[in-house]
């Protein structure tokens, strides 16, 4: 079964330094997200990305935020000055198409800012 | 904005059929989906509404009621495995992709 592949798997950094998430979404997969899940709390959006650009993006996701595809298989998610509120949960995700078949979500990168 | 309730708790035993509720509040939405998501894992794609009415698979069926706003998750023959959360989530977004999360349902299956 195809996977969605995150690394690290956790990361720890001090206030104030930049994090670059790493994720190499399914390889047919067009549609690709950022979502964070702070620990008890439910999953929430950050952006979605499609065709080489962002496509929408939550009140979450400001210039602290940015995400990138490089070449033709990973997707990154850069947090700038890291906070304290940044420590959470940051999973990838990706689709096909269609909606039916859901997203495939990867194992997660839990971000731990001391 | 968007918002969904779902209780936070539901307990069963093994064997037992359970439903998970979701009501919800949009202006729009292309559909409803459920996610289950075991502790420290990833939520995992189970089913997906975009008509009114019941999809079935497997052990696991959703339904979903636009006049009602409101839809649910029916677990049939559980298993202890299935002790999990589980959130519902609204479609939406210019993709229909878009996922807003409930806050999710923690499932217990006692033996």
């Known amino acids: 079964e195809p996977e969605v592949t995150q690394t690290p798997s956790h990361q720890v950094t001090q206030m104030g330094q930049e994090v670059i998430l790493r994720c190499v979404p399914i390889?047919?997969?067009?549609?690709f997200y950022w979502y964070r899940q702070i620990l008890g709390q439910k999953v929430e959006f950050l952006v979605s990305f499609y065709n080489n650009e962002i496509s929408e993006k939550s009140e979450i996701f400001d210039d602290q935020f940015s995400v990138e595809r490089p070449d033709g298989s990973n997707f990154t998610l850069k947090i700038r000055s890291t906070k304290l509120e940044d420590s959470a949960m940051y999973f990838c995700?990706?689709?096909?198409?269609?909606?039916?078949?859901?997203?495939?979500f990867g194992s997660g990168t839990r971000l731990t800012v001391v | 904005g968007q918002s969904l309730e779902q209780p936070s708790e539901v307990t069963a035993v093994e064997g037992a059929i359970v439903q998970i509720n979701c009501t919800y509040q949009t202006s729009g939405f292309y559909g409803l989906s459920w996610y289950q998501q075991h502790d420290g894992g990833a939520p995992t794609f189970l089913s997906y509404?975009?008509?009114?009415g019941l999809e079935e698979t497997g052990r696991f069926s959703s339904f979903l009621s636009r006049s009602d706003s409101y839809g649910y998750l029916l677990l049939q023959e559980l298993q202890m495995k299935d002790s999990a959360s589980y959130f519902c989530?609204?479609?939406?977004?210019?993709?229909?992709?878009?996922?807003?999360f409930g806050k999710g349902t923690k499932l217990s299956v006692k033996p």
């Open positions: 390889s047919n997969h067009l549609y």
């Open positions: 509404n975009a008509l009114d």
């Open positions: 989530a609204l479609n939406y977004g210019g993709s229909q992709g878009n996922l807003i």
């Open positions: 995700a990706s689709r096909e198409q269609g909606v039916r078949r859901g997203y495939t």
